[in-house]
């Protein structure tokens, strides 16, 4: 399968699809070590089952080629990484590498594996399997989506083995980031996949419909049962390597429950009950309808704050074969001219969106920093106020005129019109889209919005290019820029707006190349920042994607979940699912 077809919401740790952030400081320029104070969590008892509404059915469990959210959910509670990035402190923090150390060139990391670790099938862990993990992730031929973030100044990194427990990785230049490359990066059994990677079939392993005996893991739990649109069961792994302070080995729960709940009001039915313990990314209204309602505090809700996530509105400027997409192909002269995408962003009523749709637990934005990312916010992205009047003037500039009933018609006296598709499953930005769509009504723009079911939506996004224009998000799964290399970089694999480019199309998408590359193999903050704000300029001026707003992160969790540490970077209620644990009897919420 393709990895494109994977791929929309969320680069690997990046767009990590990945929040009025935590007031972040310097520790992420420095990358703080895990020798500095981490909060300690709380001992917990061992036993029990904790139970997650997911909305749909995982599409795969190999990690080579998750992308969606959902996949990659489940996929995180069963793998392990090297290093992490601990989702509450934002800060790393030893995972299967023990420690590390860096080269006074900052070019080797040398990482020290724990010993005595065993996959979930009981065979060892070793050098060797972190060596082939890393040929997998930068094979070419199977176009994994973490590749983007594994090259650099155009060439890819390499590890070699030192000893059984003992790697090294050369990155060819300084890297911004530091170790936090080796964040989400799961690290796969070379023992039971090298047959299928030698043959050509890793692709085809690891699916829903494998058996719970064919996936090894090095996370807390492992597959116990799978029953398609129904629920998904994971049990402790019985070899995880953890423990907690007391020396007990985590997990602590017996077992772990993803049940699919399609929409959104049913989760919160199946919350309310008690049939879920934990409430993820819940919709504005629901949230603030829950805080109403919620009076005995059996539940704990928590708005953590706006979050990486944005939500955008993308005109389709790919490079088309007009014999196969005429209709599309006659509109692109419209969606590649700037002053009718300024225009369509001038007509768009942002505060009315956060409004309407997340009852003010929103942000406008203008930009691809959302502004819960406070560390790398530029401070010269311009906010122009909802202007219909001089979005008509820009229009009238260019060519553009109106026909007497007040319809919008191009220089060729056309009448300007094209459809929105949009997630059929996203009750949100189907009403963003709605609201898209009267704003530019005000254009002269007739504006169809078409919800598709979420497959098919990826699927014309990043495959055939059928669709004029698309109502999407993306989330960055980290603060730091470096996972928007495959959004920028022009020949990246999410580069949205001209998919399959192999070189900038214009100077503007020379010129993020340039200012991306050397953001990611500096590493001093400040020269960074310089870096990364002249990039939020470049992309706040030519627009390849309309902003719109970004949410903020509001989860629940019975008041039974010890250890619930909702964090602002993606997955925000699991990321410490080995630490969680059931109370005999509810607890305050904090």
């Not at 969320?10 to 310097?26: E, K």
């Not at 090894?216 to 390597?241: C, D, I, M, T």
């Not at 930005?429 to 723009?445: M, N, P």
Request: proline share 6%; aromatic share 8%; net charge neutral.
């Amino acid at each position: 399968m393709s990895a494109r077809r994977n791929s929309l919401r969320r680069f690997r740790r990046g767009f990590a699809f990945a929040t009025g952030l935590l007031v972040l400081s310097l520790f992420l320029t420095v990358s703080l070590r895990a020798q500095d104070k981490q909060p300690q969590p709380e001992v917990g008892r061992p036993g029990g089952r904790i139970t997650v509404a997911l909305p749909t059915d995982p599409k795969t469990l190999n990690p080579i080629l998750a992308v969606d959210t959902t996949s990659r959910e489940v996929i995180g509670t069963m793998q392990a990484d090297l290093v992490h990035i601990n989702r509450q402190t934002q800060r790393t923090e030893p995972a299967l590498a023990s420690s590390w150390k860096v080269s006074p060139d900052g070019r080797k990391y040398t990482l020290a594996l724990r010993r005595d670790v065993k996959f979930s099938d009981g065979a060892p862990f070793t050098a060797d399997d972190v060596v082939f993990t890393f040929q997998l992730y930068l094979d070419e031929a199977l176009n994994s989506p973490q590749r983007d973030l594994l090259i650099i100044d155009n060439k890819p990194i390499t590890v070699r083995k030192i000893d059984n427990y003992t790697v090294e990785f050369d990155l060819t230049k300084p890297y911004g980031p530091g170790e936090r490359i080796f964040d989400s990066l799961a690290i796969l059994p070379k023992h039971s996949l090298e047959v299928a990677y030698r043959d050509h079939k890793l692709g085809e392993i690891w699916g829903v419909n494998a058996r719970p005996e064919e996936i090894a893991g090095l996370g807390p739990f492992r597959l116990k049962n799978y029953v398609a649109g129904q629920q998904l069961l994971l049990e402790r792994n019985p070899n995880y390597w953890r423990k907690d302070a007391n020396g007990t080995p985590l997990p602590y729960l017996n077992e772990l429950l993803f049940t699919v709940v399609a929409t959104g009001d049913a989760q919160v039915i199946k919350f309310k009950s008690g049939e879920t313990q934990i409430l993820e990314r819940v919709g504005a209204d629901l949230f603030n309808q829950l805080q109403k309602e919620n009076s005995s505090k059996g539940q704990c809700l928590y708005d953590v704050g706006p979050g990486l996530e944005f939500v955008f509105l993308l005109l389709n400027m790919n490079s088309l074969d007009a014999t196969k997409h005429a209709d599309i192909a006659a509109k692109q002269p419209w969606f590649r001219d700037l002053k009718f995408r300024e225009a369509v962003s001038l007509a768009m009523d942002r505060k009315g969106m956060v409004r309407l749709v997340y009852g003010g637990r929103a942000t406008p934005i203008w930009g691809n920093v959302s502004p819960g990312n406070k560390l790398w916010l530029s401070a010269n992205i311009q906010h122009p106020d909802r202007s219909i009047d001089q979005a008509k003037a820009l229009l009238k500039s260019d060519g553009f005129s109106w026909d007497a009933n007040g319809a919008l018609l191009d220089g060729q006296k056309h009448p300007v019109t094209f459809t929105v598709i949009v997630s059929s499953s996203n009750a949100q930005r189907t009403k963003i889209a709605t609201i898209a769509q009267d704003d530019l009504k005000q254009l002269g723009i007739d504006v169809k919005v078409v919800p598709l079911e979420f497959r098919a939506l990826v699927d014309r996004v990043m495959n055939t290019h059928d669709y004029d224009a698309v109502l999407m998000n993306l989330v960055n799964g980290d603060v730091d820029p470096t996972p928007e290399m495959g959004l920028w970089r022009s020949d990246g694999e999410m580069h949205l707006w001209d998919m399959g480019e192999k070189t900038p199309a214009t100077p503007w998408e020379a010129e993020l190349d340039k200012l991306m590359e050397s953001q990611m193999t500096t590493t001093d903050y400040a020269t960074r920042k310089k870096l990364y704000d002249r990039v939020q300029e470049l992309v706040a001026q030519n627009l390849p994607l309309v902003f719109l707003l970004s949410p903020d992160i509001l989860v629940g969790a019975q008041s039974t979940v010890g250890n619930f540490r909702p964090g602002i970077l993606d997955p925000y209620a699991l990321w410490n699912v080995d630490e969680q644990f059931v109370r005999p009897t509810g607890a305050a919420c904090r």
